[in-house]
Nanobody
């Protein structure tokens, strides 16, 4: 059974950090692009970052460049999203998703992903 499970969300003050994890089971991440998305109340789901392999260049949304870092550990079948310098506007439910093949120019389109996790809440507030 294919499954993605996110963890690591929580409440953090502005300027703080969190590391999200996306653990995959039922398939091997080696051949998949893994994207992180987020959705705030009343807003559309937006792409945050995408990574293809441990050596491929990742993609980032402009709003998180320089603050977020995506990485993957294929041995653990897990992808991480390190989030630093968090802002209140980063508050959202964060999802990871998997798509067969590499990240491409359309990496931020949620429709391109086949498997999704259940999401983890990130709240940035003082």
């Amino acid at each position: 059974q294919v499954q993605l499970v996110e963890s690591g969300g929580g409440l953090v003050q502005p300027g703080g950090s969190l590391r999200l994890s996306c653990a995959a089971s039922g398939f091997t991440l080696d051949y998949y692009a893994i994207g992180w998305f987020r959705q705030a109340p009343g807003k559309e789901r937006e792409g945050v970052s995408c990574i293809t392999s441990s050596y491929g260049l990742p993609y980032y949304a402009d709003s998180v460049k320089g603050r977020f870092t995506i990485s993957r550990d294929n041995a653990k079948n897990t992808v991480y999203l390190q989030m630093n310098s968090l802002k209140p506007e980063d508050t959202a439910v964060y999802y990871c998703a998997a798509a067969l093949g590499p990240c491409g120019s359309s990496w931020s389109d949620p429709g391109g992903y086949s498997y999704w996790g259940q999401g983890t809440q990130v709240t940035v507030s003082s």
